[in-house]
């Protein structure tokens, strides 16, 4: 063997020996799900009180002990929640998003005669021989929706650096943040951080899950869907469905009155229809569809259960994108704090009137809906407290 070949052996020796990686954890979670989860942002946070004392009580029991806060960079977590398309979206330290994930992190390790021992062993081979590095890091992680802490998550996890003259300009940060992620993916998971169940328990709100009463079937139409929204002012939506016909469907919306001043009915009924009438332009709007013609509310009463109970009827017309005429029906009473809403959308030569408003009437005798939540309460304290202008 020549001097040249020698040489190209011996390197390819300490390639192949001497390139390490890094040693951590990566825990299972599931990677598919039905439905993604909401938008998130992701922000650094100050390190609280107790870590930042863990950290100086760590320090200070000898000059080989090291301690640092939130030395792995935001974007490494950035990264790894959007790579793993769990999320609708994934936000960098974005103010206006309702939930977000706030991270602080403490990296602690202790040198020992073993660990100085191969620095210099290292030093002496210009970093042919590898350098070992073993710490844990303190993870403490708070999940808040609007500012209110609905999660936290706290725990330690171990992580060995390995490094030598071929990876020596690799940064291990990477690494750690994969690590973490995946410990708050399986633990959002677990405690189904992100649900609406999970939500109105933490801060309060109306459970419509369990609060919310419907019965399975109504005539010809049976529920067929259901949907909880994130946000509590938006109540849920349920959908019934003809036994036969699907494009035959009533859509019932429960969701809070979002105002303070309830004693004032009439005012409020009437804000709330021009409120549907502008969400619903907006929705044809966004299918570039015309802008619907309403007829004029009308109110009639209803008895149930000995008392006289108000709705409003309204009737919208409009021509989709291509030039179909369709027909929209709304009713809309209120009963404790929440509106209750029905549409019903269908093509305009179809007569459904009269079987939607069986159906509407009918129904309205049989749903209970949930009483004031006290997080609703408190949201019109502050509402009242701020000086919104009464109807």
């Known amino acids: 063997m020549n001097y040249k070949a020698l040489v190209a052996s011996l390197g390819a020796v300490f390639l192949a020996g001497c390139a390490t990686t ?3 954890v990566v825990v299972d979670y599931n990677t598919i799900l039905e439905e993604k989860l909401p ?9 609280t009180d107790e870590l930042n004392q863990f950290c100086d009580a760590y320090d200070s029991q000898s000059v080989l002990h090291d ?9 490494n977590f950035y990264n790894e929640f959007n790579q793993s398309n769990l999320f609708e ?8 998003v309702d939930f977000k994930v706030l991270i602080s992190t403490a990296n602690y390790s202790h040198s020992s005669g073993v660990d100085i021992g191969k620095a210099a062993l290292a030093g002496a081979t210009l970093l042919l021989a590898p350098i070992t590095s073993d710490q844990d890091i303190k993870i403490d992680v708070a999940v808040t929706w609007k500012d209110h802490l609905i999660h936290r998550f706290q725990s330690d996890i171990p992580f060995t650096t390995n490094a030598n003259l071929f990876t020596a300009d690799q940064k291990p940060e990477a690494d750690m943040a994969q690590s973490i992620s995946s410990y708050l993916m ?9 649900t609406p169940e999970f939500l109105s328990k933490e801060i309060q709100s109306s459970n419509y899950a369990l609060e919310l009463n419907l019965p399975e079937f109504m005539g010809e139409y049976e529920l067929s869907e259901n949907k909880i929204f994130h946000n509590p002012l938006n109540g849920v939506i349920n959908r019934y469905t003809h036994e036969e016909f699907q494009f035959d469907y009533v859509d019932i919306f429960v969701y809070p009155v979002r105002h303070w001043q309830l004693d004032n009915h009439q005012a409020l ?17 966004e299918s570039d569809s015309s802008n619907a013609l309403y007829s004029e509310p009308e109110f009639y009463s209803i008895d149930v259960s000995g008392k006289e109970l108000s709705l409003a009827f309204l009737s919208g017309n409009y021509f989709s994108k291509d030039n179909q005429s369709y027909q929209t029906v709304i009713y809309l009473y209120r ?32 749903i209970t809906v949930p009483e004031e ?5 408190q949201i019109r304290q502050s509402w009242r407290a701020s000086a919104l202008q009464p109807l």
């Open 39 to 47: 938008p998130i942002s992701v922000y650094y946070q100050n390190p």
């Open 22 to 24: 890094n040693e951590f």
């Open 186 to 194: 399986k633990d959002f998971q677990e405690n189904s951080v992100f």
């Open 269 to 285: 009924m009437d804000r709330e229809i021009d409120i549907i009438k502008k969400e619903i332009d907006l929705l044809l709007k």
């Open 67 to 75: 301690c640092a806060t939130n030395i792995i960079d935001l974007e």
């Open 335 to 366: 009963v404790k704090d929440k509106f209750v809403k029905f549409r019903s959308t269908f093509e305009a030569g179809v007569n459904l009137n009269d079987k939607i408003k069986d159906f509407v009437d009918s129904i309205a005798r049989e």
């Open 89 to 96: 979206r994934v936000y960098y330290a974005e103010q206006d």
């Open 373 to 377: 939540s006290l997080f609703m309460a």
